[in-house]
Structure formats: C-alpha cells, structure tokens
Nanobody, 115 residues
Framework: QVQLVESGGGLVQAGGSLRLSCAAS????????MGWFRQATGKEREFVTS???????????YYADSVKGRFTISRDNAKNTVYLQMNSLKPEDTAVYYC?????WGQGTQVTVSS
C-alpha cells in the first residue's frame, strides 16, 4: 500500500522558515518525479514545486512564480523522502501543503504564517 506522509508544518511569523518532509512508503519512488502542492482555505489546490527522479538535475526542478527564490525542493532517494525548504515566508503562503508522487497524495500538513 502506497503511503505519503508529510510533516514539518506549523505556525511561523512572516519572514521565518520551515522545512517540510514527505516520506514515501509502499514502493520505491526513486525513479519518479515528486512534487508539492498547496491549498489555502477557499481556494483550489495549486502547484508549488516539483523535482525530477534524479536529485542532481537541478534544471529539472520547477517552481511556481510565487515561491521562486524562496522555496527549495530536494530529495533523498535512499530515504524515499522529498523535502521543501521554505524561507522568507509570507502570510499568503498559509495553506495545507500536500505531497504528490505517482498519482498518490499525502494527507497534508498545515503551514500558517502570521503577519
């Protein structure tokens, strides 16, 4: 059974940082792309960032314009885990953050940025 478990969310002041993790189990994800999405209250789920199966291919990391330069995605295939380092957080980054891989979603982790 495939399972994605996000962690690392929380409450942070504007300008602060958080690091999210998404641990995958049930199968090996080392050959698949992985991504992060987010959904704010009352809004549709939106793309945040994605990463190729090969963590060394930085040219195959994509970011939404709204997070470019502030967020960094990375992965550790040995741990079947993808990370999202979020710096210079803004109140508009407040949302539930979801991990996606091979058509499977995690349960999400809440990120709240106070002004």
């Amino acid at each position: 059974q495939v399972q994605l478990v996000e962690s690392g969310g929380g409450l942070v002041q504007a300008g602060g940082s958080l690091r999210l993790s998404c641990a995958a189990s049930g199968r090996t994800f080392s050959s698949s792309a992985m991504g992060w999405f987010r959904q704010a209250t009352g809004k549709e789920r939106e793309f945040v960032t994605s990463i190729s199966w090969d963590p060394s291919r930085t040219d195959y990391r994509y970011y939404a314009d709204s997070v470019k330069g502030r967020f960094t995605i990375s992965r550790d295939n040995a741990k079947n885990t993808v990370y999202l380092q979020m710096n210079s957080l803004k109140p508009e980054d407040t949302a539930v953050y979801y991990c996606l891989a091979l058509g499977h979603w995690g349960q999400g982790t809440q990120v709240t940025v106070s002004s």
